[in-house]
């Protein structure tokens, strides 16, 4: 026991990063009050506590568990719309704070203070205000009806219907066959109370897809109400204490007042106005309004592959296998002190600090957006305001096919530098690896949000040769080789990565280059807002470690896309046999030792990482016990219920 504890403080000792420092420089003193206070409220409140056999709860105890942490989350009033108008730092860290613990608790609170109410800050008007505070109060509970069972990415075509009722002044709510069911709706299965539905719009005209706000529950009773027919999903793959569901509508009355009116009204007499006349701009605004929701799941994958990093860090310090001394043959050694083991470890460490610097760029752009919207209700979005939207969604569109693509790699990868130990339950890696799962395809298919993002890249390329995109510009002109005297620092690598871009915009006809322009473009992107942040660092053993970081994520940006790069003669042959041996440098000469320090600064408190692999404090073996012990209370060492059906009866011998 007192070995695998000394190892981490072996490690620890010998890091020249102090974790407490570097954390410090990543969140500020701001950030870090505001998630330990978050942390506190977790460790204290009843709802969150851990039950005694977590790996064997039913579906309904996952629900039940789920329902109570989403409702303290609402009484805690940690997050609400006044403090994340003020400050977009606070719902960042309220996210990832609170989903570390519990992605399915988050999920319940977001899709209904979020994806419900916060959408009515931005595309309602005044008359939404009751039911805006309701939402916050959960009097209420919101969900968000998109998909339908045979749309999602092409919302264009989805089939229900909302026709205006001139006599009564209402929109009637129609699902015109079962394939127009709504469908996935979290928080529809069982609790929600009210549906935000998309919904092709009719009056004497067409006027394409827009939002309503549909009662759909009793609120008292939690029945549903006339002509609504609700139907729970069941089991999934992760996520399990989110009740997905699917609705069928049928002559649904709802006030006319129910149209979200930011962008378009109907009036008494069933005229249409909007204060935008392009169908195609007015649904892309609306949907620009929607992006937060993609930032949003770039946030919480780079999270969970910080997880699964902190996870195989900590035990690969701590697991010994073999011995590296012939003189000391049972002096087993750590197998983070493998080349193959910090060598897929380390490149997964450099992506979450990459990855998470762009993820809370692009909150800070979309809040910015956010209140240009919301100040300029009374009037049409301005030029800026929707340039600004149009970049956002490209960049949230390919920003999330990467990132959750990346981390869903990330955390299999940790899982098995984890080693069997790494399958248990208890490690928390299939759980995180389950969880993280339909963020690959939920907000949109990770292709075809690609496809989305390449479009624009495309004829951005055709009209001006070159990219620009909040606030970064790239030349897309002439291909030229590069000076490769010296690949030191990170601005190094820059024109790299922009003669990349140029050779792929140019062959994008095909798909799987469109695929490596779009990841590629992502790469650039988040590289070049990491370096940003790197330049307000104060220098020091923390900012050196995080150069080297970078460093570490742009020489594997353009290793995974060598082929093109040799083939095109941007790099020589030497020049890509150097870069390899600079990674593995990076890995095994610099970073190896810092490793457990820099883990240490982005780990959450024990309680929520909650893995018998990875608690702060070592003691390896004994916690993977403790864990075994208290899943299976009293039946570790029992026979089958059904044990009679197991007896072996003695085979007949002649002998």
Same mark, same amino acid.
């Given at each position: ?501 140029? @050779? *792929?915009? +140019? ?7 469109? =695929? $490596?322009?779009? %990841?590629?473009?992502? #790469? ?65 000469? @610099? *970073?190896? +030792? ?7 600064? =982005? $780990?959450?408190? %024990?309680?929520?990482? #909650? ?45």
């Amino acid at each position: 026991l007192l070995l695998n504890r000394a190892m981490l403080e072996q490690y620890r000792s010998a890091a020249g990063v102090c974790s407490k420092r570097l954390r410090l420089l990543l969140y500020g003193r701001g950030g870090v009050a505001l998630q330990d206070q978050i942390y506190d409220f977790m460790r204290t409140d009843p709802a969150f506590a851990q039950p005694a056999s977590p790996h064997n709860k039913s579906l309904s105890q996952f629900r039940l568990h789920t329902y109570r942490r989403m409702r303290a989350l609402f009484s805690s009033k940690l997050m609400t719309y006044e403090r994340i108008l003020s400050d977009i730092n606070n719902y960042i860290e309220f996210n990832t704070c609170v989903g570390l613990y519990d992605w399915s608790a988050l999920a319940k609170f977001v899709l209904s203070w979020q994806f419900v109410g916060l959408t009515l800050h931005i595309l309602g008007s005044e008359r939404h205000s009751k039911l805006r505070e309701d939402i916050e109060n959960l009097k209420c509970l919101g969900c968000f009806a998109l998909t339908e069972l045979s749309h999602g990415s092409n919302m264009r075509a989805i089939q229900t219907t909302a026709h205006f009722d001139r006599e009564k002044d209402s929109f009637v709510l129609n699902t015109p066959n079962h394939e127009g069911m709504k469908f996935w709706v979290g928080n529809l299965g069982q609790t929600a109370t009210h549906a935000l539905v998309f919904a092709q719009l009719y009056t004497s005209d067409y006027h394409g897809v827009h939002l309503f706000i549909v009662p759909v529950r009793d609120p008292s009773t939690l029945l549903p109400l006339p002509g609504v027919i609700i139907g729970d999903l069941g089991a999934k793959l992760g996520l399990h204490g989110v009740d997905n569901g699917f609705m069928m509508l049928h002559n649904v009355h709802i006030p006319r007042a129910n149209l979200l009116n930011r962008y378009s009204d109907v009036d008494r007499e069933g005229n249409f106005t909007s204060v935008i006349t392009d169908p195609d701009k007015r649904l892309s605004a609306s949907l620009g309004a929607l992006s937060m929701g993609r930032v949003a799941i770039i946030g919480i994958s780079a999270a969970n592959m910080r997880s699964a990093v902190v996870i195989a860090t900590r035990f690969s310090a701590q697991r010994r296998q073999f011995s590296q001394d012939p003189q000391h043959p049972t002096e087993e050694t750590p197998v983070l002190e493998y080349p193959t083991q910090v060598l897929r470890l380390a490149p997964n460490l450099a992506k979450f600090f990459v990855f998470e610097r762009f993820a809370r760029r692009l909150f800070h752009y979309f809040h910015s957006n956010m209140l240009s919207s919301i100040k300029g209700k009374d009037s049409p979005p301005s030029k800026q305001a929707m340039v600004e939207a149009q970049h956002l969604h490209v960049l949230s569109c390919a920003g999330k096919a990467v990132v959750t693509a990346d981390s869903q790699r990330a955390i299999q990868t940790c899982r098995e530098l984890c080693g069997g130990h790494g399958f248990l339950a208890s490690a928390g890696l299939g759980k995180l690896r389950d969880d993280n799962d339909p963020n690959c395809t939920y907000e949109g298919d990770n292709y075809v949000l690609r496809q989305q993002a390449l479009s624009h890249i495309v004829s951005s390329f055709i009209r001006a040769k070159k990219l620009e995109v909040l606030g970064i510009s790239m030349n897309l002109g002439d291909v030229r080789k590069m000076d490769m005297k010296k690949l030191d620092t990170i601005n190094d690598y820059f024109p790299i990565l922009e003669a990349l871009c140029s @050779v *792929l915009v +140019r062959r994008s006809e095909l798909t799987e280059n469109g =695929i $490596a322009l779009v %990841d590629s473009l992502v #790469n650039f992107f988040a590289l070049s807002w990491f370096n940003d942040f790197l330049a307000t660092c104060e220098p020091g053993t923390e900012r050196s470690t995080l150069e080297s970081l970078g460093l570490l994520f742009a020489t594997g940006a353009v290793l995974d896309h060598a082929g093109t790069l040799l083939a095109e003669g941007i790099i020589p042959r030497e020049v890509y046999h150097e870069l390899h041996w600079r990674k593995e440098r990076l890995c095994t000469e @610099v *970073l190896k +030792r810092e490793l457990v320090s820099v883990t240490d600064a =982005i $780990a959450p408190p %024990d309680f929520v990482l #909650n893995s018998s692999l990875g608690r702060s404090s070592g003691h390896l073996y004994s916690n993977i016990m403790q864990h075994v012990l208290a899943d299976q209370p009293n039946n570790q060492f029992a026979r089958p219920d059904w044990w009679r059906e197991a007896v072996y009866a003695p085979p007949n011998s002649n002998l």
